[in-house]
């Protein structure tokens, strides 16, 4: 019978160069190979854990809009800015958009597609940085229970909307001489009024949160029953979401991508027609040349296009790994990318036209000083925009916060299922349903602290030291990995031959070089001129601080223990020995499907025969 078989030669290859190495054990390989995908095949067809696919290739791209589209474009993008100058911001988020977060997103997109793995389970192409596959999971579990926290908030604005009169309109006795209620203009002797706090502030701050002035006297306090109610209504939204996988968050990301814009225009149609709104509008765009040579400002570009494109969170790995192996994604990389910095340009200019308008309004001449940054500016400055609508301002902010909700849920579900996958890759077993009950529990649980009067403390210290902080670290690993250890060459080479297109130097060049670069520097930058966290200009006490560098240190670690770990895993009696194989992709690297995986070894087989080095190694790399 074996002489009857065609004869196949299986390969290895190694990291430091594309040249064919056959090696004692590759017999071995050959044998067990064929083998090993015909398990997974069976398993594919028989469990109920099966990796899905998208019904149609458009649900992909609406569920990758509905990810990245979202609290980081309409909240964390419009409070960046005003805390980075306006226009000053701006154009560096343009500028890191086309060197680091376009370049990226393509990135972790054809990594996803060609093996149709998940994010952990993708890093078999370099196991020695599965680490930090496990940090970008651990971060995204984060961010999940704080972006709840904001979609909890939401849904308090969306009950409070059905008053009879919109409750942040007005002044209440206990909230001091200092309220200006959002419809008032001018005071009684007809003079502009001074310097005040608007209603809306004061209602989000002390009838929503329950805010105090420090932790030190007051600590968190108890969860508010009816914003843990909200976070109830919050998870169970995402539960049943998430129920079925992607056969039901695909057909959902349709309305989760495009009902938000109708009512952005609308806001902006009202934006655009208050005193002072193109005051704000003009602060918002106008650039600021000198404030180019401004690393913080770079350094906050850099880190808000992670959040705004959910790139190194393993989110977009995931969603692509559910692709058909040869859809064409170049197309979608460039379109999703556009609208996301199209979304947030929007938002911030109905949010800066708001601030120019409150600025009119209380004679104020910086418009940086009218409110106070953080997630409350979106219940800040928005209700504001509402209030003032001479009709029906309730229906419209229903309307709004109803869209709030939406990109929060776009977003919510993305990063929910890269952790819930990821549990399911390695217990297969288990009924999708079970995790996502699971998940949403253990998030709800979690999501408690960001319900107390002092969660909004807890929440910044989260997104700085658990997501901003890690997405860094772990981001320049990321691309050292892909593209010095894997080698940019090598996924050219796959682009080629899963797309069929010959990748340019604009993609190779920022993968390599200009993407890791920046993004090294920045790191540099930060850590040298690293000052104590502060929220609304007032600082933690030394044990939130601890906790903070806990929560870092769990995520970074990651890379250190995950590498040690593979490196005893593998075959060898030395270390170096041992090292090297774990820099090398697993024996089963490639598409997950057979014929893919067969016809791909021929690939690399005539890529290592008929193509030769130019120059040095990295000369080659780039440009092989």
Known sequence: MDTEQPQRSSVLYTTSSDELSINCCLDKVERQLPLQLEAEAESVNESPGQRDQWSRGLEFLFSCIALSVGLGNVWR?????????????????????????????????????????????????????????????????????????????????????????????YCLVEWGSACVATGATVSPNGTALGQGVSSAELYFTHTVLREPENLQENGLGTPSWDLVLCLAATWLIIGAILFKGIRSSGKASYFLALFPYLIMLILLARALTLPGAWRGIVYFLEPKWSELLNPHVWYAAITQMFFSLAICFGTLVMYASFNDFHKNVHKDVIIITSIDSFTSILAGCIIFGILGNLAHETNTEDISQVVQGGAGLAFISYPEAIAKFKYLPQLFAVLFFFMLLVLGIGSNVGMASCVINVIKDRFSHLPHWLLSASFSLVGFLCGLVYMTPGGQFVLNLVDFYGCTFIAIVLAIAELLAVGWIYGVKRICSDIEFMLNVKTSFYWRICWALVAPGLMFLVLVYMLFNYEPLTYRGVEYPRTAYTAGWIIWGLGVLQLPIWAIYTIYQQPGKTFSSKFKMALQPTADWGPRQPQELEAYILHRKRQAEFKPRRGGHLCDNIFG
């Open 77 to 169: 993008f419009p409070f960046i800015a005003l805390e980075n100058g306006g226009g000053a911001f701006v154009v560096p988020y343009v500028i890191v958009l086309l060197l680091i977060g376009r370049p990226i997103y393509y990135l972790e997109v054809v990594i996803g597609q060609f093996s149709s793995r998940g994010c952990i389970k993708a890093f078999d192409m370099v196991p020695i940085m599965k680490g930090v596959a496990y940090g970008q999971v651990y971060s995204t579990a984060l961010a999940t229970t704080y972006y709840a926290c904001i979609m909890a908030l939401t849904i308090r604005y969306l009950v409070a909307s059905f008053d009879d009169v919109l409750p942040w309109t």
